[in-house]
């Protein structure tokens, strides 16, 4: 199993800065790539940026430039990070952590945390 947990939503205003991160942990052995993705209000659940075992990232087009993901790793966990800048208020969502996992074993995602941008 691979439990995940997420912090760093909140409240910003359009142009600021927000960091969100999620650790892993559990049998990260298992995890080919870690990712955020979001769902706005009415919205389906869409991709910000994932970033895989061997640094390969990959992001929306919308948040090119202006976002960067980053991981860190150690024996017990895997902490990715989503440093957001230049936010939008169309940047507003549920931002979901989400872990790709090898050998056969289904994906996991976390709770959710809320990212307000207000115009």
């Known amino acids: 199993q691979v439990q995940l947990v997420e912090s760093g939503g909140g409240l910003v205003q359009a142009g600021g800065s927000l960091r969100l991160s999620c650790s892993a942990s559990g049998s990260i052995f298992s995890i080919a790539a870690m990712g955020w993705y979001r769902q706005g209000p009415g919205e389906q659940r869409e991709l910000v940026a994932t970033i895989s075992a061997d640094g390969t990232t990959n992001y929306a087009d919308s948040v090119k430039g202006r976002f960067t993901i980053t991981m860190s790793r150690d024996n017990a966990k895997n902490t990715v990070h989503l440093q957001m800048s230049s936010l939008k208020p169309e940047d507003t969502a549920v931002y979901y952590c989400?872990?790709?996992?090898?050998?056969?074993?289904?994906?996991?995602w976390g709770q959710g945390t809320l990212v307000t941008v207000s115009s």
């Open positions: 989400n872990a790709d996992r090898k050998y056969g074993y289904l994906e996991v």
